[in-house]
């Protein structure tokens, strides 16, 4: 399987988004800590390459504010707990938040808070599977692998584009 990469400069800054030919992978982040995301082998640049295209024009949508569910053939690597955490964060309406207990219960296993943070935590496809729409139980902001002023970011551009 070869990776292949194109960065896409956003108003969050420079995102790494990472293929297989048939599927996106990753969306990486400029600060990115090492062994968050773990990919089989280092990607390569790419240009032409329909999903990374794709991609990068869905982004761009959803930062114009045209886009508020993204529709690309999707891949993660994870075990099966963090696949399910990851495929329920895609169930958030855009411009809402939720817990990680309400998450937590929303997949059937409602004592595994703890869990699914460390899932949401490896979340390798940020925005796309929008783990920025998780808070903490009191609905203060809680940890972000772009960092918490781009979380409050995103968290303000989807209730600006969802209150218009």
């Known amino acids: 399987m070869t990776l292949s990469t194109l960065t896409y400069d956003s108003p969050v800054g420079p995102l ?11 969306v990486l982040w400029p600060t990115e800590a090492e062994g968050r995301v773990r990919l ?4 390569e640049p790419a240009t032409g390459h329909a999903v990374l295209e794709k991609a990068a024009a869905q982004l761009g949508e959803y930062f ?8 690309l053939p999707l891949d993660p690597s994870g075990t099966e707990f963090q696949r399910e955490v ?36 490896r979340n ?28 409050r970011w995103l968290l303000d551009h989807e209730a600006s584009v969802a209150a218009d």
């Not at 089989?40 to 990607?43: A, I, Q, T």
């Not at 390798?124 to 979380?151: E, M």
């Open 16 to 26: 790494g988004l990472v293929a297989t030919d048939d599927a996106l992978v990753a």
């Open 40 to 43: 089989s082998e280092d990607p």
């Open 64 to 71: 114009a504010g045209t886009r508020r569910n993204f529709d």
């Open 86 to 121: 990851w495929w329920s964060l895609a169930e958030i309406p855009f411009g809402e938040t939720s817990t990680y207990g309400k998450q937590a219960a929303a997949i059937g296993r409602p004592a595994a808070v703890r869990a699914v943070g460390a899932a949401n935590g």
């Open 124 to 151: 390798p496809l940020s925005i796309v599977l929008p783990c920025h729409r998780i808070v903490g139980a009191d609905g203060k902001l809680t940890g972000f692998a772009g960092g918490l002023d781009t979380k």
